[in-house]
């Protein structure tokens, strides 16, 4: 296999505070790579750095082949995003916020109308791409979402907590999505998430942080395995999670900011 994410040594620092520090890996191409970590670990600031939101302190980190300092168009145009935070439209509809992204994209403007068509059928949103996205429920919405990351057939998806908020059955169609992605393309992605199910459901491997670092990195049942001494026995990634992070629990909360932003998701989408 041909890594497609390759990282070295990345760092990124914020005064004095270390929010990153000094982490080396590697992603396959086709893998499922799953960030798994406490609030605070370093997640959402390693994949901010690797599409070019953020730039980093120290280290080198390319995608796709392109460095993410040097030549961060060609990154962009390689990848899709789908944050946190809400990057959809609710005054307009669901075509309108996609056609957005394909002129940001530079789709030509002889493919746009065919390749939305082909986007809003994928996450089964074409009856709904009419209507406005303020109308949507908020499965309907992070569906649309990852529509947006797909537009342009990127190498590599980047999520970042893509089914926080939602219930379980909305939870589900973004996970059957992801899953069919995998199966049916050689896309890479890279997800973060808090949910262990999800994590071992759909990750090929995963690393796990801890206070800006990578503590610990494997497949779900390699980290089982080492953890509780066998992959097939009662060992969950929640007790891998809590093995590598358990210091952490008190402060696992996050900060204001972070417990403000994941509420304000979880009302939005719920």
Partial sequence: MTAIIEVNDLVKKYGEHLA?????????????????????????????????????TAGVASVNGFDIVRQTNQVRHSIGYVPQALSADGNLTGYENLLIFAKLYDLPRDIRK?????????????????????????GMIRRLEVAQALLHQPRVLFLDEPTVGLDPIARQAIWDHLM????????????????????DSLCTR????????????????????????????????????????GDALESSGGSYRETSRTRRAARRLG
């Fill in 206 to 245: 995963i690393g796990i942080m801890h206070r800006g670092k990578i503590v610990a990195m494997g497949t779900p049942d390699e980290l089982k395995k080492i953890v509780g001494g066998s992959a097939t026995g009662t060992t969950t990634l929640n007790d891998v999670f809590v093995y590598y992070a």
């Fill in 20 to 56: 990153v520090n000094d982490i080396s890996f590697t992603v396959e191409r086709g893998e499922v790579f799953g960030l798994l970590g406490p609030n605070g670990a370093g997640k959402s600031t390693t994949i901010k750095m690797l599409t070019t939101l953020l730039t980093p």
């Fill in 114 to 138: 065919p390749r939305i068509a082909e986007v809003l059928e994928y996450v089964g949103l074409s009856e709904a791409g009419k209507q406005l996205v303020r109308n949507y429920s908020g």
């Fill in 180 to 199: 069919q992605l995998r199966t049916e393309s050689d896309m890479t992605i890279l997800l973060t998430t808090h949910s262990m199910e999800e994590a």
